[in-house]
């Protein structure tokens, strides 16, 4: 268990005491999203209000091409978008930040300061499957609002159909059987990870594991254990019997970390002491290996123990592909955690929208 | 110029007066990053603090394997991790979510509340190149906290390595030349957004687009201007005329919205224009077609009309291996605006880090 790092590691911070370098040269962290753009899109709205070309256009958002993989996309991230639309605003610290980074006009920065956002948005509900060039939202209004919403739209829009995509994808293969986002790890940052637990709802996910995106979203939570719970005990069922004595109904006990077939033996052990007490283990997790082969054993097990209502989880770089095949092969796996692949739309990790002026008032 | 759309898309929202899906159950969106864990984090955690098993862990940070088109990794992402130990606890509103959402004991949710991380980091500096099974960060301290940590670190560390590495490779192969940061609306997400500029800075951006994260980390904002933009006014020259009127010593045109040559040449007409009035254009962008080609053509009609000081800026799907082929081939570009499959990481859109215990205090 024992392991030190050769050579050892070159920094070292303790307790609440970290020396971090110095960020946000601005001087505040009130920076709104509005400010979540690409400079070009503030240079050209300069240049637009000083060259007075400030009257209606209408943009769509639609997509050019679909990847080799994608046949369909399913649109998700309106209720972000019209979010951000309704609260567009340049903040005080978003001003200062201006004057700080470019060569922006007094004239224009006192207009940014009183703009909201006054256009139209024409769009399809959420969870709508799309095709190519198909558009999915269309923004009217004075040219300078419509070109300055651009990035985040684009990045909202192109992020929440791609991960709402792969993750019905999923859902279709698992064919009925419950499909769980363990992906918070591995998404790419904080808002992916809680916009992919919304968009998988969406679609169908049974529940995430992540905590922030159930609160924000009024998703079910769900969870096991990790491989780190087993190792701190001594002996792996002193783990399952404390977690069952903390969650003596909706424990999943992770049985890999050392040897499956011991495990499922400890798990059916710990299963057979909760029922005495009348209480029922909900499942067990097979996270490596066979999943085909040790959730035919386990199955097997747990009904010749008399244990047929506990549940068979699996994870373990699963994607739609591999469940798929496990749910064709009969698999008798009741739910997947998905994570990483999924996550991340490993096969397709961007998509290729646009959002171009189809119209201009002249 | 005018599109309708056929057939007509299923919602409208008009103003700032969207009807918008109530989220957020918990009632407050106060929701503190603490809250950014899988729920068995929290499980484990009250199966541990109710089974008194509370004992100092230590926790390794590395990497089991890499991609197969990467040969070292950079490590990023201590910053965040740092700022987010040093403010870890749970806010009343975590704990009025965790009310809601789980079968949590109430003193354990006391013990929570009252929870800070108390822990020891050792790190590599940030900007180190790693390599397989190196351990990049080490987390020592009560088990609880180490395991609460988890999501958040793994999630940060995987994020702004990957978006580092992708990027260092970008700047390699640019070999001295610019490499600016055009990625915003195709990363996954804000969160994703801000960091991959941070990371990518760190590794030699030469500036980002991304005025959120410009103000954020004092990085160089730079941008150049949109097909839409041209396409707002009656004749490119117009449009290159009004952006030269706003921004006379810092514009870049876009050439090729219509035809290149042309466009290269009211970039000249227009440069030439600038110059009598004792200003000068700062370069022209090449976002389509044959870049090698048109950058050699731009290069030589530009020299042509006095003006070597323009300079070219090519964009247009590009990353490492694109920018190497034009590079081996000498094109004439002084600069590289990367997007979508570098902030991405298109190639290798997530890594393999593990969080693993390596020591526990029997």
């Known amino acids: 268990m024992e392991k030190r790092l050769d050579p050892p590691l070159r920094c070292s911070y303790t307790g609440a005491n970290f020396d971090t370098v110095g960020v946000n040269p601005v001087g505040s962290p009130k920076l709104s999203a509005s400010l979540f753009t690409d400079l070009y899109q503030l240079t050209m709205a300069q240049?637009?209000?000083?060259?007075?070309?400030?009257?209606?256009?209408?943009?769509?958002?639609?997509?050019?091409?679909?990847?080799?993989?994608?046949?369909?996309?399913v649109f998700v991230?309106?209720?972000?978008?019209?979010?951000?639309?309704?609260?567009?605003?340049?903040?005080?610290?978003?001003?200062?930040?201006?004057?700080?980074?470019g060569p922006f006009d007094d004239g224009f920065l006192k207009y940014l300061s009183e703009l909201s956002f006054s256009g139209e948005v024409r769009s399809m509900p959420e969870g709508t499957l799309?095709?190519?060039n198909e558009p999915v939202l269309e923004v009217a209004g004075p040219v300078i609002e419509c070109q300055l919403v651009e990035t985040f739209l684009v990045n909202q829009i192109n992020l929440q159909s791609m991960m709402a995509t792969k993750a019905a994808r999923t859902v279709h293969a698992a064919a009925g059987r419950q499909v769980l986002d363990f992906a918070a790890r591995r998404t790419h940052g904080t808002d992916a990870a809680v916009k992919f637990a919304r968009a998988a709802h969406i679609t169908g996910f049974s529940?995430?594991?992540?905590?922030?995106?159930?609160?924000?979203?009024?998703?079910?939570?769900?969870?096991?254990?990790?491989?780190?719970?087993?190792?701190?005990?001594?002996?792996?069922?002193?783990?399952?019997?404390?977690?069952?004595?903390?969650?003596?109904?909706?424990?999943?006990?992770?049985?890999?970390?050392?040897?499956?077939?011991e495990g499922v033996k400890n798990a059916i052990k710990c299963a057979l002491e909760m029922r005495e007490f009348g209480h029922s283990l909900r499942g067990i997790r097979l996270d490596s290996g066979n999943l085909l082969?040790?959730?035919?054993?386990?199955?097997?097990?747990?009904?010749?123990?008399?244990?047929?209502?506990?549940?068979?989880?699996?994870?373990?770089?699963?994607?739609?592909?591999?469940?798929?095949?496990?749910?064709?092969?009969?698999?008798?796996?009741?739910?997947?955690?998905?994570?990483?692949?999924?996550?991340?739309?490993?096969?397709?990790?961007?998509?290729?929208?646009?959002?171009?002026?189809?119209?201009?008032a002249r």
Chains 1, 2 share one sequence.
């Open 207 to 261: 529940g995430t594991s992540n905590v922030q995106a159930a609160a924000m979203y009024g998703i079910s939570p769900v969870g096991t254990m990790a491989h780190s719970f087993v190792a701190t005990f001594e002996q792996e069922l002193d783990a399952f019997t404390a977690y069952a004595a903390s969650f003596p109904d909706s424990s999943i006990f992770l049985v890999d970390t050392y040897d499956t077939e």
């Open 77 to 101: 991230g309106l209720e972000d978008v019209l979010d951000y639309l309704e609260e567009f605003s340049f903040s005080d610290a978003d001003i200062e930040a201006l004057k700080y980074l």
């Open 130 to 132: 799309f095709f190519e």
């Open 47 to 73: 240049a637009y209000w000083q060259s007075r070309t400030t009257r209606d256009a209408t943009f769509s958002l639609h997509f050019r091409k679909f990847p080799c993989n994608r046949s369909y996309y």
């Open 293 to 360: 082969k040790l959730s035919q054993m386990s199955r097997r097990m747990l009904d010749d123990a008399g244990l047929p209502f506990v549940q068979i989880f699996a994870s373990g770089g699963l994607d739609e592909f591999a469940i798929e095949s496990l749910v064709a092969s009969g698999a008798p796996i009741d739910g997947f955690g998905v994570g990483t692949k999924v996550g991340t739309s490993e096969d397709a990790p961007y998509t290729d929208f646009v959002y171009k002026m189809v119209k201009y």
